[in-house]
């Protein structure tokens, strides 16, 4: 049952980044053509922060969780890093930077979570 219950906490991480990917990924677009209508639907700052939050407190729980199982340092190294260019991104006022960053952020912390699950795998079949 634990086993099960830290995979699923690795996968929400990857689907929350996932769609903070999406996100930053669709305004930009929809900026250059004009669709108006989708920008006011998804072009919130409390969306943005909401998401921000939710992979950072998944990341904390999993990447904690992983940590004391694996203990390889390089993973939770590449959630702050991934974490960091995400904030950064927020924080950038050039459009196409802000989600240049933003979406390199989300890969990163992507590729954190998959690392995770993968050396939680690994040591528990040791």
Request: with cysteine; net charge positive; aromatic share 12%.
């Amino acid at each position: 049952m634990y086993k099960k219950i830290t995979t699923l906490i690795d996968k929400v991480g990857m689907c929350a980044s996932l769609l903070c990917m999406l996100h930053c990924l669709v305004v930009p677009v929809a900026f250059v053509f004009g669709v108006n209508s989708l920008l006011l639907a998804i072009d919130h700052e409390w969306l943005e922060r909401v998401i921000i939050l939710a992979s950072l407190f998944i990341g904390l729980i999993a990447f904690m969780q992983g940590f004391f199982r694996h203990r390889q340092h390089f993973i939770p190294v590449l959630f702050t890093a991934g974490f960091l260019l995400l904030v950064n991104g927020e924080s950038v006022q050039h459009t196409w930077l802000s989600a240049g960053l933003s979406v390199a952020g989300a890969a990163v912390i992507i590729y954190a979570h998959y690392q995770n699950l993968k050396w939680k795998q690994y040591a528990s079949a040791r």
